[in-house]
């Protein structure tokens, strides 16, 4: 009777040491992450984590685009620099609606033609850039979102 209960002390023992191990393991074990697929042709792609926050320019017969990748959590990149006469490309990848707005906010007066509205998660939207300048601007649904383009 004495062996029947050391006995099942040691597999109930057994049981709550693998649990442990388990559980412990899946709560220590780093977070995995994927790149994002481009759904836009491009002329390079991302190699590093450093090279992933350069923008990526494609070019469209005399056009020059300069892709914007909306995440979860920010424009990638912040800040791009590009040239009077190009166009950026704003591609949603967050898995939400967003909405582009110029700065100031929240009247959104600096620069009206920034001002391009919502757009679902999976969609882009597109603005000329012809004169130089700083252009700020903004996810109006989410305010910690903010990127500037510098048109020289």
């Not at 029947?4 to 442990?20: E, H, Q, R």
């Not at 424009?75 to 590009?82: A, Q």
């Not at 490309?89 to 898995?95: F, L, R, T, V, Y």
């Given at each position: 009777?004495?062996?029947?209960?050391?006995?099942?002390?040691?597999?109930?023992?057994?049981?709550?040491?693998?649990?442990?191990?388990?559980?412990?393991?899946?709560?220590?074990?780093?977070?995995?992450?994927?790149?994002?697929?481009?759904?836009?042709?491009?002329?390079?792609?991302?190699?590093?984590?450093?090279s992933a926050i350069k923008p990526i320019v494609v070019k469209e017969g005399n056009n020059v685009i300069t892709n914007v990748i909306l995440t979860n959590?920010?424009?990638?990149?912040?800040?791009?620099?590009?040239?009077?006469?190009?166009?950026?490309?704003?591609?949603?990848?967050?898995?939400?609606?967003?909405?582009?707005?110029?700065?100031?906010?929240?009247?959104?007066?600096?620069?009206?033609?920034?001002?391009?509205?919502?757009?679902?998660?999976?969609?882009?939207?597109?603005?000329?850039?012809?004169?130089?300048?700083?252009?700020?601007?903004?996810?109006?649904?989410?305010?910690?979102?903010?990127?500037?383009?510098?048109?020289?």
């Open positions: 009777m004495n062996n029947k209960k050391i006995l099942i002390a040691i597999i109930l023992l057994i049981v709550i040491l693998g649990t442990y191990v388990l559980v412990g393991s899946k709560k220590t074990s780093p977070k995995q992450t994927t790149q994002l697929p481009s759904t836009q042709p491009t002329l390079t792609q991302p190699t590093s984590t450093e959590m920010e424009f990638m990149p912040k800040d791009i620099v590009i040239k009077a006469g190009s166009k950026v490309m704003w591609i949603n990848k967050s898995g939400a609606t967003a909405d582009i707005e110029s700065d100031n906010h929240p009247t959104h007066l600096l620069y009206p033609f920034l001002n391009l509205g919502k757009f679902e998660s999976g969609t882009t939207l597109q603005a000329a850039f012809e004169k130089a300048g700083k252009y700020s601007y903004h996810n109006e649904l989410n305010l910690s979102e903010i990127g500037t383009i510098t048109v020289q």
